[in-house]
């Protein structure tokens, strides 16, 4: 199973984006996946998931302005992010696990400037 993340950029504060990320499995399904971030210096952090039955968690600082979501048919997750602010700059990563299984994307740069 591989997972490719897309959608990172250069956004300026308050602005939005949205990142993706493909499984090229047929598993997708019955997983659950997720975002992680990471700065440099700073251990990676969650920032939100989605159980395989659509249960949402948000960490505290993200809340209210970020949105995961998941297209089964597309094998795909999503996390929408708006009033993006400098805080927010990190490498998201994006995994999906069940058990003692799971598989990391490679990550995608976000960069917000003030």
């Known amino acids: 199973v591989q997972l490719q993340a897309s959608g990172g950029g250069l956004v300026q504060a308050g602005g939005s984006l949205r990142l993706s990320c493909a499984s090229s499995?047929?598993?997708?399904?019955?997983?659950?996946e997720g975002w992680y971030r990471q700065t440099p210096g700073k251990e990676r952090e969650l920032v939100a998931r989605?159980?395989?039955?659509?249960?949402?968690d948000y960490a505290e600082p993200v809340k209210g302005r970020f949105t995961i979501s998941r297209d089964n048919a597309k094998n795909t997750v999503y996390l929408w992010m708006s009033s993006l602010n400098p805080e927010d700059t990190a490498v998201y990563y994006c995994y999906m696990a069940r058990g003692r299984s799971e598989y990391w994307g490679q990550g995608t740069q976000v960069t917000v400037s003030s």
């Open positions: 499995g047929s598993i997708f399904s019955n997983y659950a």
């Open positions: 989605i159980s395989s039955g659509g249960i949402t």
